[in-house]
């Protein structure tokens, strides 16, 4: 395994402009596939005492809901993985295209709060290449520890289509979790995509305008799957525990603008939340809350 150490964080819009670059197929003319089948990047790439920029925190709380407060929201620490995963993505040893892939599910296990004072260590690798029956998955694992402690990681499962695809071999853990009913009405305006692009990096022309989106097969930009997780963890920020797993689920699309409806429910020490659309319940996200022991 080889590992590559970056002093700062690369700079996310000459990576973008690197993945909008159509990729090479070879497997059979399959597009977006770039490698063969089974093939996952030797390499871990790293950054050593992250410090966080209160500006850059107050922004992100900001536009994802969260109070302020003396520790990092749970998905925060995702903004400063975010420019290494674009860079293992548009590496040429990453097998698809990273315009291809669909954020299609995600594990973070904060094992306890990360003060805003703290300095940490990231490190960002890919793992766990598999079928699923439209085409295949991979995870890109990120882990943040501090003084040699894990205190948080996450698994993003990316999702690539293409033929020959299989079963998956375990179902997903939110199979048949259905989003709670919710009165909570979000009113979402048109250029959410754009503000979150603006504080994450993540500037998606799927996320950007509807002429960008419609590019890319939208009939109009989409809100970021990782800012509606934080919204709704927001939402619930005074039932979290310190240490706890979350496992969400990105189903539907948001289509911008347009008013969602958020709902929550607790059995026992789960807590099971989800966004669903307005006018019609299509599902948008369904996630679920677990303490760890």
């Not at 996320?207 to 799957?225: D, E, Q, R």
Request: some cysteine.
């Amino acid at each position: 395994m080889t590992t590559r150490v970056f002093t700062s964080a690369p700079p996310t819009l000459p990576l973008m402009l690197k993945a909008a670059l159509p990729a090479v197929p070879v497997i059979g003319g399959l597009p977006g596939v770039r490698h063969a089948k089974g093939s996952v990047p030797d390499v871990v790439l790293e950054r050593h005492g992250v410090v966080t920029d209160p500006r850059h925190l107050d922004a992100y709380n900001e536009v994802c809901g969260f109070p302020r407060s003396d520790t990092l929201p749970a998905t925060y620490p995702h903004m400063a993985a975010f420019a290494l995963h674009m860079t293992l993505m548009t590496d040429t040893s990453f097998p698809f295209a990273p315009m291809g892939l669909v954020h299609l599910r995600n594990t973070i296990t904060q094992y306890r709060p990360i003060r805003v004072d703290e300095a940490f260590d990231v490190s960002v690798r890919a793992d766990d290449l598999r079928p699923h029956p439209k085409g295949s998955l991979i995870d890109i694992v990120t882990t943040v520890t501090i003084a040699g402690d894990v205190v948080w990681d996450e698994t993003m499962t990316l999702f690539s289509r293409h033929k020959g695809g299989a079963p998956e071999q375990s179902p997903a853990a939110l199979t048949g979790v259905e989003v709670p009913d919710g009165v909570v009405h979000w009113k979402l305006a048109g250029d959410l995509g754009r503000r979150y692009a603006a504080i994450s990096g993540d500037r998606n022309p799927i996320h950007l305008y509807p002429l960008t989106a419609k590019a890319f097969g939208f009939p109009s930009n989409i809100a970021h799957g990782m800012w509606t997780l934080a919204r709704s963890l927001s939402a619930v920020q005074n039932k979290l525990p310190d240490a706890f797993t979350n496992v969400a689920e990105f189903r539907k699309p948001i289509l911008l603008p347009t008013t969602v409806v958020f709902g929550s429910s607790s059995d026992d020490d789960v807590l099971t939340f989800g966004v669903k659309g307005s006018r019609k319940p299509v599902p948008h996200l369904v996630g679920r809350v677990t303490p760890l022991p």
